[in-house]
């Protein structure tokens, strides 16, 4: 017999119950990242162009930036730290932008951005930091491999994740201050390289980063996966032009998320519709298997679908 719907009180009650113990969960280490210091990054103008040289240039820029944050990692104990650092800083690694402080925030290309013809954003959801940039980093690379020349893809980590265990990853706060600077990133992007077919990925809470700033934005599609919701009730109330995708792996804890929103004093928590639910509206691609962490495993049955969505030959997005 199929398991009976939830009533809107059971996930309601469950939502609530989740928020309380996220809240007094002891959460190890929950601000070390931000306690780990590393000094301001200079100001740089927006890029003008994607062209070879501009780029090499901005990428140049940016290793001493990180090799101050990884001494000073060093001179403050923190080895992790500094270790990960020290490979972002190496000659093969290419960013537009870096700055060590609070967690760390971080622009990198992977691919030659001046020669491609279709470009990824990857918008990480909770948990990732420059201590654990490794996961985010690794997705990048099967997702550049799956895709072949004429790609690059953009890991953007430009904003404070939430941590994965505590009530910021339940409500829209640190979606709210990462939207603008992720607007401002791909608008800078589309002016940079005009013509690009340019996709939003956006995995678990980054859908409700991209989902804040979708508004307006000049990109192909907007792609949701591992997704607790959005914040929205449907993909026509993010006002976009692109097309909404939406995937949800056959073995991904988040599917056991209440899709509900409870008010509580200190704001909102949950994030409503289900993005891959009918009543939401978005095209649904498949994910396969996947767990949590797993959609842009190499080999991944949702590998070669989000690859798809991205080269545009998944059908129904704009080319």
């Known amino acids: 017999m199929a398991p009976r719907p939830w009533s809107s009180r059971a996930r309601r009650a469950l939502l609530t119950a989740l928020v309380t113990t996220s809240v007094a969960l ?7 990242p931000a306690a780990v210091p590393a000094p301001a990054p200079a100001a740089l103008a927006p890029l003008g162009t994607v062209s070879a040289s501009e780029l090499d240039g901005r990428y140049a820029a940016g290793r001493p930036e990180i090799r101050a944050a990884r001494d000073m990692a060093t001179r403050h104990g923190d080895f992790r730290r500094a270790a990960a650092l020290r490979d972002m800083a190496g000659a093969g690694r290419h960013f537009l932008t870096f700055d060590g402080r609070d ?3 971080s622009v990198e290309v992977l691919g030659d951005l001046s020669r491609a013809r279709r470009i990824a954003v990857l918008v990480p959801g909770a948990g990732v930091d420059l201590d654990h940039y490794g996961r985010l980093r690794r997705g990048a690379r099967a997702l550049l491999g799956e895709l072949g020349g004429g790609s690059a893809v953009v890991a953007w980590l430009g904003y404070r994740t939430p941590a994965t265990l505590g009530p910021s990853s339940l409500t829209a706060g640190r979606a709210d201050e990462a939207a603008p600077g992720l607007r401002a990133f791909v608008t800078e992007l589309a002016t940079a390289a ?3 077919r340019v996709t939003l990925l956006c995995h678990s809470y980054g859908s409700v980063v991209c989902a804040r ?4 934005l000049d990109v192909a599609d907007i792609v949701l996966y591992g997704s607790p919701g959005t914040g929205a009730g449907s993909a026509a109330a993010l006002r ?3 097309t909404v995708r939406a995937g949800l792996g056959g073995n991904d804890w988040i599917a056991g998320v209440p899709h509900t929103t409870v008010p509580l004093p200190f704001g909102t928590v949950g994030f409503g519709t289900d993005p891959v639910s009918p ?3 978005a095209e649904v691609f498949d994910a396969g298997g996947a767990g949590h962490g797993d959609y842009l495993r190499p080999g991944s049955v949702s590998l070669r679908s989000i690859a798809g969505i991205v080269a545009g030959t998944a059908g129904g997005g704009r080319g």
């Open 26 to 32: 002891p959460v190890s280490g929950a601000a070390r």
């Open 103 to 105: 967690g760390g925030r």
């Open 194 to 196: 005009p013509g690009t």
């Open 213 to 216: 700033a979708a508004s307006g």
């Open 240 to 242: 976009t032009r692109a």
């Open 279 to 281: 009543e939401f509206g």
